[in-house]
């Protein structure tokens, strides 16, 4: 048999291990293990998900500077889809010098949602913000603290997580993510994080001191948002 067919085998097992059926579950799962051992295979490896199965996307570039709440909306989309993010400065022939970057790292499917799911409420928070700093300068207000955009984004973030993740379970199950195996997460975390170990990252980090009228008029805003339609890996959609 070759490892084509093992793998495809393995995974109805894994499959049939999520039964509501315990003795059916029971003996799909030591089966599944019996072949694992057979032809010393991991799960990884029939799972597909491998450091080498890792890829990265670029989300955003920045011509000088990249704004702090960009790189939040980052580690906020892959915080909800299993993915990594992580900044690089990449060459750019035409201006003849290195710009900075936003990279999000992971697996095909998850990639493709997450990167959809940046551009998306990247625009969003953009628009939204446009539209309330004019509605407040028409309301007489002259000016706003250099911190305003970023506390207003933090704020936008912060309440829109928890959409994000349930937006992130419903396309796990519309993919099949979680029918091979309840380990498939950890799995991918696992090779994410050595396929990043490997890039020998400096992490860096300062403390922001956030304006507090603009972060409650962000959560506001972001309260609103709406993500409720699946996104599939077939292409774009909008979320609302």
Known sequence: MDKDRIKVKIKKLLALGNSPNENEAAIALEKAQKLL????????????????????????????RIPM????????????FNVGCYRKYVWNPGLRRYQPAIVLVGFEVDLEIAHHCFIFLRGAIECNYRSKRQEMKAR??????RNFKNSYAWGYL?????????????????????????????????????????????????????????????AKDGARA???????GNGPAALN
């Open 37 to 64: 051992r057979q032809y010393e295979m991991s799960l990884e490896d029939v799972l597909d998900v491998t450091e080498d199965n890792v890829r990265e996307v670029y989300v955003h570039e920045g011509s000088s």
């Open 140 to 145: 007489g207000r002259r000016s706003f603290p």
């Open 226 to 232: 709406i993500l409720s339609r699946p996104v599939t």
């Open 158 to 218: 912060t309440a829109v997580r928890e959409k994000l993740e349930a937006l992130a379970r419903v396309n796990d199950t519309k993919n099949g993510n979680d029918t091979n195996s309840g380990n498939l997460p950890v799995l991918k975390q696992n090779a994410i994080t050595r396929y990043m170990e490997r890039l020998n990252l400096k992490r860096t980090g300062r403390s922001v001191r956030l304006d507090s009228t603009g972060y409650i008029i962000g």
């Open 69 to 80: 709440w960009i790189g939040w909306l980052g580690t906020t989309i892959a915080s909800a």
